[in-house]
């Protein structure tokens, strides 16, 4: 279930389902920028290939408009997750969230946090058990 | 501990804690925009209200960045809520993310997403107990 | 042209033409945070007002997704001005700029930057005038 | 003065200045993803390098906040280009806007939009020929 782009960058899927997926990694020396930590990008692309596979369960979907909060520095060597989760979803749009997270010795740690808004190319009925997560909240 | 514009919008702080906030408004037909639902503008004062009064909890701080994902549109009537919690909280920023919710006969729904990162005025030390809700995630 | 919204906040339309337009408000004492200067919620509300007048000029549309992004505080009574521009028009999505500004003495100086996507609710050819400022650019 | 992310994916400077800069790179089929167009990743990659140059040319800064508007489709073969401009700088802030285009037969045509702000890591004074592109504007 990778992609070309995936695959130059060493991404792999841990699991996928409807509206969701996880995707890990390792900052390799290619992946740096010139503070010799991981490049925003390379960061970016584990949640953006998240955030594709979780959106595309769906249905074909498009980017639209995404958001990144950079929260700590990863480093050569460091294995790194995405988890995107489905925040919204209607015959139109959807709307993911992906915790970036840091594997280290004492846990996963968030580095960053993505959120991201698809279009739906082919109109769908939304199905029955989509998450709605508000349900219940509050 | 509401502001002049709160007031002005009818906006009410239902509860208040290191790191997060709910705020409670509804829908008047001053709130509405050229579509007859409630102003995107007035469901991002609900929103923002939560995550400034969430952020200054740790201290004086200013809002640097904020997203507002639009989902469903609320009707003259409605009573909505904002609940904002803390995602990340470090020395100089910190980010907020604030469901948005209708509080409708069938329970809440998710009618919008914001995401906001402030820049802390004063640098402190995070407090011990500051959440940081990806440990254990994942 | 204005809505309630902006009336109730004492917004005013300068100018509208085809994928842009112009709104300028005072700021007032009932517009300030808890700070004392402008909030957040209301230097939004008057450039999602500009977004949502020059999105609405080629049909309607919903807002999907906002950013906001924010400089310079403002003081009650300074006049502040928001100038939306058109940055990209298709059939189902268009994404807006939109400036917003202090009228000061000494001239305008950028107190924000908003950047929105919206949804066109009608399918609709893309006008042969539609602005793509890329064109030409760089 | 680009970085080993840069030179993974074939990135290159164009040009560089206070406040800005210009990236190049082409599309490969190693930056695809599975609906055999341009990775979102990648795209993301060129601008987010752009603006990692234009905002360290002021010092030494890191990102805090981005967003990424997606507007067009790239197909393998084609030319890209990031323009990386300043639109604001504080001595602790400062943000970037990047168009992102594709050079066509028929010249430039925008494909994405990023925004994107940095946290500077050493206060400086602002220098006196610093943009502030909002002076004379509107």
Known sequence: MSDP???????KVLSL???????????????LNLHGTGHG??????ADS????????????????TRMDYFRPVRAGER??????????SRRTATYRVDVLRLGEDGPERV???????????VKDVPTGARDSAQGEA
Chains 1, 2, 3, 4 share one sequence.
Do not use: I
Request: glycine share 10%.
């Open 80 to 89: 790194v997750r995405a988890v995107a989760q489905e925040v919204f979803l």
């Open 17 to 31: 389902g409807p509206g969701e997926a996880v995707v890990e990694g390792r900052v390799e020396k290619a992946h």
């Open 112 to 122: 960053a946090l993505f959120t991201g808004t698809v279009y739906r190319l082919e």
């Open 41 to 46: 990008g390379f960061l970016y692309a584990l």
């Open 5 to 11: 782009f995936m695959e130059t960058l060493g991404l």
């Open 50 to 65: 998240a955030f594709a596979l979780a959106s595309n369960s769906r249905g074909p979907a498009v980017a639209l408009s």
